[in-house]
């Protein structure tokens, strides 16, 4: 059974840290690049930030860039997938998902959600200014 399970959301105020992490199981995810998307309230789910199977390329929504760093951990069956978000900002809030790509040992950059198959169920994650 696939899973992708995301956890530590939160609320925090404006220029603070958090981390979220994405426990993905029941598929060989070591060979599949990750991404993390988020949602706010009457927006469109958005692309933030892909790292590539081996963890080597990481994409950045141009909005988080030099706040947020994706990284991952295969060394488990279970791969790990984080997100740091420092520098937070009243607008990253939003429910931020977990989702992993369509198709094995991809690097290219992909921000869309059509190219993501499997999806975890979400983690809040409110800036308060």
């Known amino acids: 059974q696939v899973q992708l399970v995301e956890s530590g959301g939160g609320l925090v105020q404006a220029g603070g840290s958090l981390r979220l992490s994405c426990a993905a199981s029941?598929?060989?995810?070591?060979?599949?690049?990750m991404a993390w998307f988020r949602q706010a309230p009457g927006k469109e789910r958005e692309f933030v930030a892909r790292?590539?199977?081996?963890?080597?390329?990481?994409?950045?929504t141009d909005s988080v860039k030099g706040r947020f760093t994706i990284s991952r951990d295969n060394a488990k069956s279970t791969v790990t997938v984080y997100l740091q978000m420092n520098m937070l900002k009243p607008e990253d809030t939003a429910v931020y998902y977990c989702?992993?790509?369509?198709?094995?040992?991809?690097?290219?950059?992909?921000?869309?959600?059509?190219?993501?198959?499997?999806w975890g169920q979400g983690t809040q994650v409110t800036v308060s200014s």
């Open positions: 790292i590539t199977w081996s963890g080597t390329i990481t994409y950045y």
């Open positions: 989702a992993a790509d369509t198709r094995p040992f991809s690097t290219g950059a992909s921000s869309s959600t059509q190219d993501y198959v499997f």
């Open positions: 029941g598929r060989p995810f070591s060979r599949y690049a």
